[in-house]
């Protein structure tokens, strides 16, 4: 009977761990980074666009202008970044894999 019990109560505690590592898994990565100016100052309110195979995503800058594009689907992306007063940039053939982050920073210069 001991032994019965100790059975079903291992199975009862693998039922329960086993879900949470399976959606732990993930199919997707992520690409975030921070835009600063020149000098090296964020910029909140930048307006960046990640660019690809599926279409576009927008996302704004925080007030530490970070920014952070959760579930991309693994491939080659472009990122586009711009705000008045600046020039804008694009980082091109930014590779996203399964469960990394693909960090892109960039720095706006002040003009056009």
Partial sequence: MKKILRTLTAFVALAMVLPALVSAQ??????????????GGVLPGA???LLGKTGARDATT????????????????T???SMSGFQGQRRENIVVAVGKQATVDVALKVGG
């Fill in 26 to 39: 993930s199919f997707s990565g992520v690409v975030a980074g921070v835009v600063k100016d020149d000098q």
């Fill in 79 to 81: 990122v586009a970044v």
């Fill in 62 to 77: 925080d007030t530490e202008g970070a920014y952070r594009f959760n579930a991309v689907d693994p491939g080659a992306y």
């Fill in 47 to 49: 307006a960046v666009q």
